[in-house]
């Protein structure tokens, strides 16, 4: 047959009106191509958030994935290298996967309550400065000036906490034999794909 040539597939004629649909017959066999979860390729397990190119072997298959690795039914193939995350730096078979351990990281957003206690504190000193005649209490001038600035500092202490915070964050670490272990990062806390993983890597590793 032909690369590239189509054959018309009938999906049915319940209203009696033959609908042909035609699908392309060139793509490569699942065990030949270097798998990207971004190419118009079946995904035949996990989510699809893999930037990984990986060549599967005979009988290989993918179980799951995160961005920067790749969990088959032969193997845990992982991009550990910040600089260059396209690079494959850990390919281990999971025979040398001796155990796993699922964690949370990173911090939650607090720019809300730091735009509300920066607004409140500003008010504050907004209202004492324009206001100062009408407040006859010495000891009331200092309260509002202690309870703006306590305002403002808090505000700018969460807003600036919360830009240069690590955002929250699931991570399994698998332990290998006689090597480094291999963190397999998730965005966001309790990421249902990890759990996914683990479960999928048991499974696949009693099958061995």
Not at 129 to 139: C, K, Y
């Amino acid at each position: 047959m032909d690369a590239g040539k189509q054959i018309p597939i009938p999906l049915g004629e319940a209203d009696g009106v033959h609908r042909p649909t035609v699908i392309p017959t060139n793509y490569p066999p699942i065990d030949t191509f270097g798998y990207n979860s971004k190419r118009p390729y079946p995904n035949f397990g996990g989510v699809t958030m893999c930037a990984l190119q990986v060549n599967l072997r005979g009988n290989e298959e993918i179980l799951s994935e995160a961005e920067w690795a790749v969990l088959t039914n032969q193997r845990l193939i992982a991009a550990l290298n910040r600089k260059d995350r396209t690079e494959i730096t850990d390919d281990v078979p999971l025979a040398d996967i001796v155990t796993f351990k699922k964690s949370n990281g990173g911090q939650d957003s607090r720019m809300q309550p730091g735009l509300q206690f920066l607004g409140a504190g500003i008010a504050i000193t907004v209202v004492q400065f324009f206001f100062a005649d009408l407040i006859s209490s010495q000891l009331a001038e200092i309260v509002l000036f202690l309870l703006g600035a306590a305002g403002i500092l808090i505000g700018l202490y969460l807003i600036i906490g919360s830009v240069m915070r690590i955002k929250p964050f699931t991570v399994v670490v698998f332990s290998v034999l006689g090597s480094r272990d291999i963190p397999v990062h998730f965005p966001g806390n309790d990421h249902p794909e990890a759990d996914n993983m683990m479960r999928l890597f048991t499974r696949a590793k009693r099958g061995i």
